[in-house]
């Protein structure tokens, strides 16, 4: 179940990332109230998974789901590049996620 609210705190971290586009510097207020909700739910989910699984490998595979999810939205949300640095960066962020996630024995 750990990893299940891991998940969804990462993902979470992907709706607030996303979400501080649309703030447009914090002068947007429904944008900004999603943005600092989710940032909430993101970091509180967090907390909640920690208690359970080693804080290293919870923190590390939080941000990459963030830095992955927030990535591809950009490249299909704002036209952001798309090349082979960028996909084979993102993968190994993937590789690392999955390793960490063998490799921890909860």
């Known amino acids: ?14 709706v607030w990332a996303v979400g ?15 943005t600092v909700l989710a940032m909430g739910l993101s970091v509180g989910l ?3 998974a920690m208690k359970s699984l080693p804080v290293g ?10 830095a ?3 990535a591809i939205c950009g490249i299909f949300l ?3 590049a798309v090349n082979a640095g960028r ?7 993937f ?5 960490l996630k063998l490799s921890t024995p909860l």
């Open 1 to 14: 179940m750990s990893w299940a609210i891991l998940v969804a705190a990462g993902l979470l971290e992907v």
């Open 20 to 34: 501080l586009k649309y703030t447009y510097g914090f002068t947007r207020f429904w944008p900004t109230f999603g």
């Open 46 to 48: 967090l907390g909640v």
């Open 57 to 66: 490998t919870a923190y590390a595979v939080w941000v990459g789901i963030g």
């Open 68 to 70: 992955i999810g927030t």
């Open 78 to 80: 704002f036209a952001e």
């Open 87 to 93: 996909v084979i960066s993102l993968l190994l962020i």
């Open 95 to 99: 590789a690392g996620i999955v390793g």
